[in-house]
T-cell receptor
Framework: DAKTTQPTSMDCAEGRAANLPCNHS???????VYWYRQIHSQGPQYIIH???NNETNEMASLIITEDRKSSTLILPHATLRDTAVYYC??????????FGTGTRLKVLA | EAQVTQNPRYLITVTGKKLTVTCSQN?????MSWYRQDPGLGLRQIYY???????DKGDVPEGYKVSRKEKRNFPLILESPSPNQTSLYFC???????????FGPGTRLTVL
């Protein structure tokens, strides 16, 4: 599975959009991009995933570049409860997942 | 309620004393997995199982064993724990027809 690179930390004002970038320059054609988040030391929570098209659900939007070498997770109206560590993962779904260290997002009041 | 449960949630033990951390899911998921989380290292996969009696190593399997005798259960076994296995452990499950992994609440293990 491809390695992903994320910024260590980011801040976002409450009510504003939070844009979390992820680089996955070695991603292969059959690998999906998954996003999970972890609040405090709870179990990670699935957010969204995509292959090459942009995706949106009730939690977030996922924008994947045309060359698929990077993606951005967008939380449209960040709240204090969105403060968490966000993990970007590239996986072909073959049951091995490399989470990495993620981005620590802090939403500021 | 669909969930993954782990027991115990907290455990303090001593070096060399065998222990088992249980994991159970009620979603009839084929896939189950164990991760450990350490400061600065993120989540690392220990073992995973694609179905009953089918298990495979993740990135950090040394010092751990697993078994999958029933679909709902996937225990993590430390035959001879050492202090470097002090960590936060998560179990996860996933159906083969879905992409979402569901995680348990975590087990915080301290090996003295």
């Amino acid at each position: 599975d491809a390695k992903t690179t994320q910024p260590t930390s980011m801040d976002c004002a409450e009510g504003r959009a939070a844009n979390l970038p992820c680089n996955h320059s070695t991603i292969s054609g059959n690998e999906y991009v998954y996003w999970y988040r972890q609040i405090h030391s709870q179990g990670p929570q699935y957010i969204i995933h995509g292959l090459k098209n942009n995706e949106t659900n009730e939690m977030a939007s996922l924008i994947i570049t045309e060359d698929r070498k990077s993606s951005t997770l967008i939380l449209p109206h960040a709240t204090l409860r969105d403060t968490a560590v966000y993990y970007c993962i590239a996986s072909s779904g073959t049951y091995k997942y490399i989470f990495g260290t993620g981005t620590r997002l802090k939403v500021l009041a | 309620e669909a969930q993954v449960t782990q027991n115990p949630r907290y455990l303090i033990t001593v070096t060399g004393k065998k222990l088992t951390v249980t994991c159970s899911q009620n979603m009839n998921h084929e896939y189950m997995s164990w991760y450990r989380q350490d400061p600065g290292l993120g989540l690392r996969q220990i073992y995973y199982s694609m179905n009953v009696e089918v298990t495979d190593k993740g990135d950090v399997p040394e010092g751990y064993k697993v078994s999958r005798k029933e679909k709902r259960n996937f225990p993590l076994i430390l035959e001879s724990p050492s202090p470097n296995q002090t960590s936060l452990y998560f179990c996860a499950s996933r159906g083969l027809s879905t992409d979402t992994q569901y995680f348990g609440p975590g087990t915080r293990l301290t090996v003295l």
